[in-house]
């Protein structure tokens, strides 16, 4: 009898640390594309844009870089906004606007 409980702890304790093993490759595959994402995205003090706002930093980016993809536009920590793009002929820019939307700037990333 004092086998068969210690088998039936050895067999509890191997369930638990293979369903803690899967768990945690789970983690790990959804987590890395997760952890992914939001490095791509705003930080903590920047908000992304939407609605009217969105719509005028996309019309005065794409006026000044015809055929640029805007990845994401968004708030800057400053207050204006500001346009994460890529150029047609592939340059990675983030682009500034003031509270009119005016380009005021421009920064190779």
């Known amino acids: ?57 996309t019309a005065a980016v794409e006026a000044e870089y015809p055929g640029a993809t805007i990845e994401r536009a968004e708030t800057d920590s400053d207050g204006i906004y500001e346009a994460h793009i890529t150029t047609a002929d592939g340059e990675e820019l983030t682009v500034e606007l003031d509270d009119s939307y005016a380009i005021t700037g421009t920064e190779s990333r």
Do not use: P
């Open 1 to 57: 009898m004092r086998n068969w409980n210690r088998t039936k702890k050895a067999i509890a304790a191997a369930a638990l640390v293979a369903t803690g093993f899967g768990g945690g490759a789970a983690v790990m595959l959804t987590g890395a594309a997760s952890a992914e994402t939001t490095a791509s995205t705003n930080r903590s003090d920047e908000e992304t844009l939407t609605g009217d706002a969105l719509d005028q930093v």
